[in-house]
Structure formats: C-alpha cells, structure tokens
C-alpha cells in the first residue's frame, strides 16, 4: 500500500452545495476521507474496487462523473478555477485570462487553451464568457448592481462592451433581462 492518500477526481462540482453532496455520499458509504474540495476528494486509506463503484453510481445519480484521464482532471480544474474567478472577482479579473490561467497551472496559455478546445469542444475563452454571462444574469436578477457595476465586476472594460456580449448571447439587454423571469438562468454544470 502506498504511503500517499489515494484521491479521486470528480467532474461537475462547481460550489460549495455540491461539495457537500459528495461529502454526504461519501459519509452513506462509510468511505473515509480527509478533504473535499471541487473536484477533489483526498481519501483516509484505500477503497475496495467495489466500494467506489457503488460510489460512482450514486455520485452520477447526482450528475457528478469520475475523471480517470490526467487531461480530463487539468481542464476540471481549469473550469473549476474559471467558476471561483468569475463568482469572487475582486481577488482576479485586474489581471487577463491568460495570466490568470497559466499562473495557475504553470503552463503556457496557447497549450492550455488547444487541451481545453479538445476536451470540452469549445474553445476556453468561449467558455469564460458563457460563465461571465451566466454570474451577469444572477447578478441581474438580485438587482443589487446596475449594469455599469456588474460590467466591471466581471472584468469588462466597458458596460457597452458587456451589453453588447451580453446581447449577443441572451438575445436581451442587460435591462430587457432583468424584467423577464428567472427560468431564463441556467445552473453551471449546465454551460
């Protein structure tokens, strides 16, 4: 048995509540751990084989998936680090994407972004700007913030730059949005 904690990867945890769903099944199935963090579950000791099928099964029940390719687990942890970014700004968007991802992960930003294209099948600025937009149509809905302040909350350079982006993937203005129903929101682990 080796002396390192065994550690699952697990797709399609994007907050905190989904933390605590995989902590609640990994507490039904009495498997020991000693953190979860998105994406992550760092195990106490070695699982039997069998055990974390039935884990997996409930997991996916869930709409959680394992990751076993180590491609799969850095573009996880890029969207992972996408998500936090986007939803706690005011730690990250003074800098540009490319700084922000290649600091992280310690590799050049082209070859981050062609090993995320090929993963997910769309390129990785796409998928920050449909996270952007997303956390702008929350933002919208609580109605806290006018358009002006979510634009540079989000990192935008200007509030017609976000509106105009904003239109363009909503088929709304900011404000048309923020007068229609909530159902237009989608979940995270949905973009």
């Not at 997996?56 to 869930?62: P, R």
């Not at 900011?174 to 229609?180: D, I």
């Amino acid at each position: 048995m080796s002396d390192q904690a065994p550690v699952l990867f697990i797709k399609n945890m994007v907050c905190q509540r989904c933390t605590m769903a995989v902590e609640k099944v990994l507490q039904d199935h009495g498997i020991p751990y000693q953190e979860v963090s998105l994406g992550i579950v760092l195990l106490s000791e070695e699982v039997e084989d069998s055990e974390l099928k039935l884990f997996f099964a409930d997991l996916e029940k869930l709409g959680f998936e394992q990751i076993l390719s180590a491609d799969k687990r850095l573009v996880e942890s890029m969207r992972n680090l996408i998500i936090q970014k986007i939803r706690q700004p005011e730690a990250s968007l003074s800098k540009t994407w490319s700084v922000i991802m290649s600091e992280a992960f310690h590799r050049d930003y082209s070859g981050l972004s062609k090993l995320f294209s090929s993963v997910e099948g769309m390129t990785l600025e796409h998928y920050i700007v449909l996270q952007k937009i997303e956390r702008a149509k929350e933002l919208l809905l609580y109605d806290e913030h006018n358009v002006s302040e979510i634009a540079d909350l989000l990192g935008y350079s200007s509030g017609q730059i976000f509106a105009t982006q904003f239109k363009n993937h909503t088929g709304f203005t900011p404000t048309a949005f923020r007068k229609q129903h909530p159902r237009l929101r989608r979940g995270l682990d949905e973009v």
